[in-house]
Each structure stands twice: as structure tokens, then as C-alpha cells.
């Protein structure tokens, strides 16, 4: 592999990356809720969830999502229904102070909630499947050159979530009021949802 191979790669991912999708809609949501404490939590969420898209790629389940509109449709379903309960949890969430009890059990939970949201995108998988090869030479070994081109696209994740959390908690004043968290979890939930129905319809 070239490093003009590579550096194609690593824009074409940047890119791609920046536009948001259902992982960044809930960090950003998170990252409001929770401030810049959550940015841990919330990068390390979507460093592991899309390494375990990656693997599932690697190991051939994007060979089935892609060829077999069951499982496709199963798995989606799955993620549509998961973004839907997560909507349902902020309509109901309550505008009372964390302590840091209730913040350390909050970033347990966001932490496993993101991590599910970007893990179990099936369209996440299938694309990388279908974008990896091509920026790999089938001349010489591949396999070293899809794990630097896993290991790129997860480090470019981590430092895109970093800063979608930057920025986002960065607004978190705004949202003190109980007015406004209400407003807001109106706001989040009603686009988590959305997202969910839209995974459902297309299903």
C-alpha cells in the first residue's frame, strides 16, 4: 500500500465520518447531558463499536448482511427498535441534578448504549466490507493492510467523536434550566426516534 493509497483512505473516512449518523446524534446528545466528562466514555464507546463492526466485516458477517436481505432486515429492525427505547428514555428523563454517583452510573450507561448504537449498524458493517477493498492490493498481502486500514479509520473515529464531544458539551450551559433540558430531551429524543423509525421502514 502506497501512502497515497493511505492518505486517500484516511480523507475519504474523514469525510465520511463528519456527516452525522445515529452514533453522533447520541454523542452529541449525551455530551449536552452529561459535559465534557462523558467525552471518555462516549470515545471509547465508538472506538470499540466500530472495532467490532470491523471484525464482524473482517470475519465475513458483512459478506452475509449484504447478500441476505433477512439478516440485514433482522439486524436493522434490531437497531431501530434499540433507537427507539432510547428516545423513549429521554421523553421520560427528569431535569433534577447528577452527583457523581448518578454521573458515574450515567457514563456506564452511555458508554453501553453508544457502544450498541454503532456496533450494531448494520449498514456501518456492510460498508465496511464493501470500502475497505477497495484501497487494498491484492498483489501482496492483504491482511496487514486491512488492519492499518481498520486501525486508521478507528483512530480518525475516536478523534471525530472527541470532537462532536468538544463542542457539544462545550454548549452544555445553555441547557440548565429545566425548561431547556426539557426542551432538549424533546429535541434528542424526537431525532433518536426518527432515526429509529427510519431503520424500521427501511428494513
Given at each position: 500500500?502506497?501512502?497515497?493509497?493511505?492518505l486517500?483512505?484516511?480523507?475519504?473516512?474523514?469525510?465520511?465520518?463528519v456527516?452525522?449518523?445515529?452514533?453522533?446524534?447520541?454523542?452529541?446528545?449525551?455530551?449536552?447531558?452529561?459535559?465534557?466528562?462523558?467525552?471518555?466514555s462516549?470515545?471509547?464507546?465508538?472506538?470499540?463499536?466500530d472495532?467490532?463492526?470491523?471484525?464482524?466485516?473482517?470475519?465475513?458477517?458483512?459478506?452475509?448482511?449484504?447478500?441476505?436481505?433477512?439478516w440485514?432486515?433482522?439486524?436493522?429492525?434490531?437497531?431501530?427498535?434499540?433507537?427507539?427505547?432510547?428516545?423513549?428514555?429521554l421523553?421520560?428523563?427528569?431535569?433534577?441534578?447528577i452527583?457523581?454517583?448518578?454521573?458515574?452510573?450515567?457514563?456506564n450507561?452511555?458508554?453501553?448504549?453508544?457502544?450498541?448504537?454503532?456496533?450494531?449498524?448494520?449498514?456501518?458493517?456492510?460498508?465496511?466490507?464493501?470500502?475497505?477493498?477497495?484501497?487494498?492490493?491484492?498483489?501482496?498481502?492483504?491482511?496487514?493492510?486491512?488492519?492499518?486500514?481498520?486501525?486508521t479509520?478507528?483512530?480518525?473515529?475516536?478523534?471525530?467523536?472527541?470532537?462532536?464531544?468538544?463542542?457539544?458539551?462545550?454548549?452544555?450551559?445553555?441547557?440548565?434550566?429545566?425548561?431547556a433540558?426539557?426542551?432538549?430531551?424533546?429535541?434528542?429524543?424526537?431525532?433518536?426516534?426518527?432515526?429509529?423509525?427510519?431503520?424500521l421502514?427501511?428494513?
Amino acid at each position: 500500500m502506497t501512502i497515497e493509497v493511505w492518505l486517500a483512505f484516511a480523507v475519504a473516512s474523514a469525510v465520511l465520518l463528519v456527516i452525522p449518523g445515529p452514533t453522533i446524534l447520541a454523542v452529541i446528545s449525551y455530551s449536552i447531558a452529561h459535559g465534557a466528562r462523558a467525552s471518555l466514555s462516549l470515545v471509547a464507546a465508538v472506538c470499540l463499536g466500530d472495532s467490532t463492526a470491523l471484525a464482524f466485516s473482517l470475519l465475513g458477517l458483512g459478506v452475509l448482511l449484504s447478500t441476505s436481505a433477512f439478516w440485514f432486515s433482522v439486524v436493522k429492525i434490531l437497531g431501530g427498535v434499540y433507537l427507539i427505547y432510547l428516545a423513549i428514555k429521554l421523553f421520560r428523563a427528569g431535569v433534577s441534578p447528577i452527583d457523581d454517583q448518578e454521573m458515574r452510573a450515567g457514563s456506564n450507561n452511555l458508554f453501553i448504549n453508544t457502544y450498541i448504537i454503532t456496533a450494531l449498524n448494520p449498514k456501518g458493517i456492510v460498508f465496511f466490507i464493501a470500502f475497505l477493498p477497495q484501497f487494498v492490493d491484492t498483489t501482496v498481502d492483504t491482511s496487514v493492510q486491512l488492519w492499518i486500514l481498520s486501525t486508521t479509520f478507528v483512530v480518525l473515529a475516536a478523534i471525530n467523536t472527541f470532537m462532536y464531544c468538544f463542542f457539544a458539551s462545550s454548549a452544555r450551559g445553555f441547557f440548565q434550566s429545566a425548561q431547556a433540558q426539557q426542551r432538549f430531551n424533546l429535541a434528542g429524543g424526537s431525532l433518536l426516534g426518527i432515526a429509529g423509525v427510519w431503520a424500521l421502514r427501511n428494513s
